[in-house]
């Protein structure tokens, strides 16, 4: 089983950058597709970003494509997003999550262990 705790959130200005961090506990990190996903008060839980297990395939939502990159660290237990060029629309609760599989996926379902979340806010 794996346990995760985000790190990194903040109030940045629009334009800025932040570095989101994601540990995970558990010897068996390596064999799961990681996400990144957030919720803005009021809205659903939407997907940001995934990676696969050994990190060789990654995905974008199309708002955040070009802005933002998901990494990975298996040596660490670790999973980043870089967030750069950050809108004051990018403004949630950003919530890093394990698959049920080797391979990330855009769909909430196919996840089942989720972190606490971090509180991202960018200012106008």
């Known amino acids: 089983q794996v346990q995760l705790v985000e790190s990194g959130g903040g109030l940045v200005q629009a334009g800025g950058s932040l570095r989101l961090s994601c540990a995970a506990s558990g010897r068996t990190f390596r064999w799961y597709g990681m996400g990144w996903f957030r919720q803005a008060p009021g809205k659903e839980r939407e997907f940001v970003a995934a990676?696969?297990?050994?990190?060789?395939?990654?995905s974008y939502s199309d708002s955040v494509k070009g802005r933002f990159t998901i990494s990975r660290d298996n040596v660490e237990n670790m999973v980043y997003l870089e967030m750069n060029s950050l809108k004051p629309e990018d403004t949630a609760v950003y919530y890093c999550?394990?698959?049920?599989?080797?391979?990330?996926?855009?769909?909430?379902?196919?996840?089942?262990?989720w972190g606490q979340g971090t509180q991202v806010t960018v200012s106008s």
């Open positions: 999550a394990a698959a049920r599989s080797p391979f990330g996926s855009s769909g909430v379902g196919a996840y089942d262990i």
């Open positions: 990676i696969s297990g050994r990190g060789g395939l990654t």
